[in-house]
């Protein structure tokens, strides 16, 4: 049972969030997109916000600015969190548009804010849970899409709120954060999706 619990922190990692978003997107809508594009752009996505992140850790790590990838200390996350928005800013700018994929461009304008709010409270010694940022994002996104496309997606945000909590007591079961810090990654995960509908929806 407890090998299960600490099986979300790796499975849900907040890395891999925004390809998660992305691929659920282009699963879900009912609008046609040629599947070399979605490929296309789910090969940027993962190169931006995947490999690129591993590789600028490993660069930290070699200058003793990290010591885990799981970021542990509080003044661990202000440099990885830096760049995790200039690397979200790239894909705003570069990958996605307002006019032809609204809902995912929205969707990582989101991700950018929660991102840069995790940051703001690195700078006052806040550690909130980064984990609990990812999954509450990509949870509040699937209630938008079901909303903005009229379909049922009881099952699928039902299985989010479910790793809402296996997150948050993998999370906790390590010791990592407590349960302020979780609430506080929840909050800024949804929130800025929350705020967002009213620019796609």
């Known amino acids: 049972m407890k090998l299960f619990v600490k099986l979300g922190s790796y499975l849900f990692h907040p890395l891999l969030m925004p390809i ?16 070399e594009l979605v490929k296309a752009n789910l090969f ?9 992140p591993i590789v600028l850790f490993f660069l930290l ?7 885990s990838i799981f970021l542990r200390d509080v003044k661990e ?3 990885p969190l830096m760049l995790q928005c200039i ?9 996605f548009n307002p006019y032809d994929n609204p809902e995912l461009y929205y969707f990582f304008i989101g991700a950018l804010f929660s991102a840069f709010a995790a940051l703001i409270m690195v700078l006052f010694k806040i550690k909130v849970s980064l984990h609990q940022i990812g ?7 699937l209630v938008g899409l079901s909303a903005h496309f009229k379909v049922n997606l009881l099952v699928s945000i039902s299985f989010f709120l479910f790793v809402n909590g296996w997150v948050a007591s ?7 954060h407590t349960n302020s810090e979780l ?13 967002l509908f009213n620019m796609w929806l």
């Open 183 to 195: 609430v506080m990654g929840l909050f800024l995960g949804a929130i800025p999706q929350l705020i």
């Open 20 to 35: 998660m978003g992305t691929a659920i997107y282009f699963y879900i809508t009912p609008r046609f997109l040629e599947s």
């Open 135 to 141: 999954v509450a994002g990509v949870l509040m996104f």
């Open 61 to 67: 790590k070699s200058l003793g600015q990290v010591e």
């Open 77 to 79: 996350r202000k440099f």
């Open 87 to 95: 690397l979200l800013l790239l894909i705003i700018k570069v990958v």
């Open 44 to 52: 940027a996505i993962g190169i931006v916000t995947i490999i690129m």
């Open 170 to 176: 993998s999370r906790l079961q390590k010791n990592d």
